[in-house]
């Protein structure tokens, strides 16, 4: 019954985290938008403090559930190893824990963190393993899905579904998004949740505190007739049959065990201590080992939310349109633009995962991943398809990790990401002696304006004079010039954002 109840919920959340990357409408966010906030490291970084001491809580009780019910990504992992054991059943062991190996990683997430290393805390958390598999891999064969539906509604006059473009939006995000996958589904394939208790962060931090859990799967000696069919469904590895260990750091309380032993020998019951000491067979080298391990997890543990408070606290002393016009070409900017309520390139360094969700929900196509090794992975604004429309705030709205933090609309209005910059080799009414107006019509906010190009000829051919004071850096300008393959205007990002 309890493994039941477990893959009800890890099916609800699974379902609806992907949802969250596959949705194009903006909808589904209403209904399951809490998912990605409940995800841990997002929570941990933007300080949702009561979504961190409730997980915390979790963990002490039950152990590990999170990672078998709430992450997606160990849940996408237990669908492949569930797939493998089509192939072959039975076929887990027991292995020692990496714990050297864990460790090691778990202080490269720290100092990452602390430093503000964006693009290597996005490569090692795993709900944003997660999402860019499921933005960059599942969310296009979905939106063919929809344009095959559309393209056969519009036949039958039907106007229900309508077509959406399908594009890679970041080819280094969309490998790593790929080769992911493949190392992943290889790896739970044959071993099961190896990725989980050997690399991942997260089950490090939440493995030391399910040490202590007050319910967990307790053997039975009494009964187990040691035939060790616990040990070989055990997708954690971290059953010694022949011991009659468990080892709980790296239990996942997937209650698979329960289920496989005939004799019911495991249950999954509150922690009895001195039962457990009476079948104890380390010795004494052994528990002294495993005490300054555990205090040396502890100690990470306390780094850990040391660092992301310290940052917190840097952080807050620093401070509708056209169709798309076809062969635009990136300008070489300066300073890279990111959106409204990210605040500074800072603050989306040092908070974004590049988990993708931003750039999934973006309905002007004006989101990213960065390709620069610096801040890999992280979105970017760029108008080459679209513009950022004043009324938009989607990416606010979705971002767990406090990034982008959430804004309403008269706020944006009044937030500066960038400023345009005129370039006069390109505009046309200079170069082909033609009429224009096109940044000064849609400027959203006026801050364009036509003057003569010659001071001294009123009749001369009109360019644009921008206010610089009074430009958002919305984009509005820079994707709908007509000059080609650059435009005559386009935006330079600030590092730190203005309001105006």
Not at 282 to 287: L, R, Y
Request: glycine share 6%; net charge positive.
């Amino acid at each position: 019954m309890l493994r039941k109840i477990r893959i009800a919920l890890a099916t609800l959340f699974f379902v609806a985290a992907t949802l969250l990357f596959l949705d194009f409408t903006g909808t589904v966010h209403l209904w399951f938008g809490w998912v990605a906030k409940v995800q841990f490291l997002p929570a941990l970084l933007a300080m949702n403090l009561g979504v961190v001491v409730v997980l915390i809580v979790l963990s002490l009780l039950f152990g590990r559930i999170y990672c078998s019910v709430i992450c997606p990504l160990g849940v996408m992992q237990d669908i492949f190893g569930w797939l493998g054991k089509k192939s072959k059943k039975n076929r887990y062991s027991y292995s020692p824990a990496k714990t050297t190996l864990r460790l090691i990683v778990l202080a490269v997430m720290i100092v990452s963190i602390a430093a503000g290393l964006g693009s290597l805390t996005a490569l090692l958390a795993p709900y944003s393993s997660y999402g860019r598999i499921a933005q960059n891999l599942f969310a296009p064969l979905w939106q063919w899905g929809n344009n095959a539906l559309a393209y056969f509604a519009e036949r039958a006059d039907s106007y229900a579904f309508y077509t959406t473009d399908v594009w890679i939006k970041g080819t280094a995000t969309f490998v790593i998004a790929a080769v992911t996958f493949v190392v992943l589904g290889v790896l739970a394939w044959r071993n099961g949740r190896t990725y989980c208790n050997t690399i991942c962060p997260v089950g490090t931090v939440l493995g030391f505190l399910s040490k202590y859990s007050l319910f967990r799967p307790v053997i039975d000696t009494s009964k187990c007739n040691g035939c060790g069919l616990c040990a070989r469904n055990c997708k954690a590895a971290c059953i010694d049959s022949k011991q009659h260990a468990i080892d709980y750091s790296r239990c996942v309380a997937c209650m698979d065990c329960i289920g496989k032993c005939h004799k019911n020998a495991i249950s999954y019951t509150l922690n009895r201590p001195a039962k457990q000491a009476s079948v104890a067979t380390e010795s004494v080298t052994d528990e002294k080992n495993v005490e300054d391990l555990s205090r040396r997890k502890f100690l990470s543990l306390t780094a850990l939310l040391a660092a992301t408070s310290i940052v917190r606290a840097q952080e807050k002393q620093v401070d509708g349109g056209l169709a798309v016009i076809a062969d635009k070409k990136i300008p070489n900017r300066a300073t890279r633009i990111v959106p409204p309520g990210a605040q500074s390139l800072r603050n989306m360094e040092r908070h974004c995962t590049g988990c993708q969700l931003c750039v999934s929900v973006c309905p002007n196509q004006v989101l990213r991943p960065s390709g620069s090794l610096a801040t890999l992975m992280q979105p970017e604004s760029s108008y080459e398809r679209g513009y950022c429309r004043p009324e938009c705030t989607k990416c606010s709205e979705v971002c767990p990790t406090g990034a982008i933090r959430r804004i309403d609309t008269a706020e944006k209005s009044a937030i500066q990401i960038g400023r345009a910059v005129w370039i006069k080799e390109n505009c046309i009414p200079l170069t082909d002696g033609v009429a224009c107006g096109n940044c000064a019509r849609h400027c959203p906010v006026g801050a364009i304006q036509m003057i003569p190009s010659d001071p001294q000829q009123n009749d001369s051919p009109a360019i644009p004079s921008v206010n610089t004071e009074r430009c958002i850096g919305c984009g509005a300008c820079e994707n709908l010039c007509p000059s080609r393959p650059f435009s005559a205007i386009y935006v330079e990002g600030h590092e730190r954002h203005r309001i105006i």
